[in-house]
T-cell receptor, first 114, second 113 residues
C-alpha cells in the first residue's frame, strides 16, 4: 500500500468555522491531489500540487485553499465551512502528472458541516 | 455536464457469474481510461486501465473493453466473487495529464452468494 495518511479521519464542525485537512505521504511523489466524493458526482478534483509551493485549481476549487510547504505534506483548508462542503475528502498522489499515471489514494476524511 | 457517465448506480450479480459494468464518455479527446475499485471506509484503488490504441485489456478475472466509435467502455469480471462487492469508478484522461482525470459517478456492485 502507498504510504498516504489523511488526518483527521472524521470531523464534525459548525458552519463558518475554519477547517484544515492534512495529507502526508512517505513515497516522495511529486504530485498530490485533493478530491471530494459526493453521491451522484463521483470524485471531483478540488486542487492539486505539482511540487513544493506549486499548486493549481481543480474543477471544484471555490471555498477551498491548499498549501504545500514540504514534499510530503499537502493541506486543504476550508476558510469558512458551509453545509455544502459536507463530503468525503480523498488525498491522492502520483509520481508524475502524466495522463496515464495511476493515482494512489488515502483512506479519506469524512467531514460533516452542521 | 458529465463527461464520464456510469448510468447504473447499482448492480447485483450471483457469485460465479459474469459482472459487466458500463461507462460512457462524451469527450473524444480522452485517450486513457482507468477503473478504480472502492471498499467502504477506504480510498479507491487502481484496478485496470486501457489506452485508446487498444480495444481490450485483460488482467486475470478482469477485462476492460473499449469501443471508441460508441465512446463506451465496459469492465467484465469473470467469475464474480464476494470480495468483488465494492463501488467501481471509471475514469478518463486526455493528453493534458492526470490533473484532468474525470471520474464517473460510480456503480455499486453486490455479489450474492
Amino acid at each position: 500500500d502507498a504510504g498516504i495518511t489523511q488526518s483527521p479521519r472524521h470531523k464534525v464542525t459548525e458552519t463558518g468555522t475554519p477547517v484544515t485537512l492534512r495529507c502526508h505521504q512517505t513515497e516522495n511523489h511529486r504530485y498530490m491531489y485533493w478530491y471530494r466524493q459526493d453521491p451522484g458526482h463521483g470524485l471531483r478534483l478540488i486542487h492539486y500540487s505539482y511540487g513544493v509551493k506549486d499548486t493549481d485549481k481543480g474543477e471544484v476549487s471555490d471555498g477551498y485553499s491548499v498549501s504545500r510547504s514540504k514534499t510530503e505534506d499537502f493541506l486543504l483548508t476550508l476558510e469558512s465551512a458551509t453545509s455544502s462542503q459536507t463530503s468525503v475528502y480523498f488525498c491522492a498522489i502520483s509520481g508524475s502528472g502524466g495522463s496515464n499515471e495511476k493515482l494512489f489514494f488515502g483512506s479519506g476524511t469524512q467531514l460533516s458541516v452542521l | 455536464d458529465q463527461q464520464v457517465k456510469q448510468n447504473s448506480p447499482s448492480l447485483s450479480v450471483q457469485e460465479g457469474r459474469i459482472s459487466i459494468l458500463n461507462c460512457d464518455y462524451t469527450n473524444s479527446m480522452f485517450d486513457y481510461f482507468l477503473w478504480y475499485k472502492k471498499y467502504p471506509a477506504e480510498g479507491p484503488t487502481f484496478l485496470i486501465s486501457i489506452s485508446s490504441i487498444k480495444d481490450k485489456n485483460e488482467d486475470g478475472r478482469f477485462t476492460v473493453f473499449l469501443n471508441k466509435s460508441a465512446k463506451h467502455l465496459s469492465l467484465h469480471i469473470v467469475p464474480s466473487q464476494p470480495g468483488d462487492s465494492a463501488v467501481y469508478f471509471c475514469a478518463a484522461s486526455a493528453q493534458e495529464g492526470a490533473q484532468k482525470l474525470v471520474f464517473g459517478q460510480g456503480t455499486r456492485l453486490t455479489i450474492n452468494p
